[in-house]
């Protein structure tokens, strides 16, 4: 595969709680995943997170806010 200018865009989508550190490390490890996987330059790895309230977010028809 050729490299050139790719643009991947990551969306992830989790439920509120976890630390400004663990974010962190979450979006290094999938840049350098998606970065050795497609040939994508790091520095072209776009990272979206999407955090959800407990109260927004249901499983079963259960919402997690009630677990």
């Known amino acids: 595969m050729k490299r050139g200018?790719?643009?991947p865009i990551v969306h992830i989508d989790l439920i509120?709680?976890?630390t400004q550190d663990q974010l962190k490390h979450l979006v290094e490890d999938v840049t350098k995943a998606v970065s050795k996987n497609t040939g994508a330059p790091a520095e072209h790895?776009?990272?979206i997170?999407?955090?959800?309230q407990k109260n927004r977010y249901s499983v079963g028809g259960v919402l997690k806010s009630d677990e």
């Open 45 to 47: 790895v776009h990272v």
């Open 5 to 7: 200018k790719f643009m």
């Open 16 to 18: 509120e709680g976890r």
């Open 49 to 52: 997170l999407s955090e959800m």
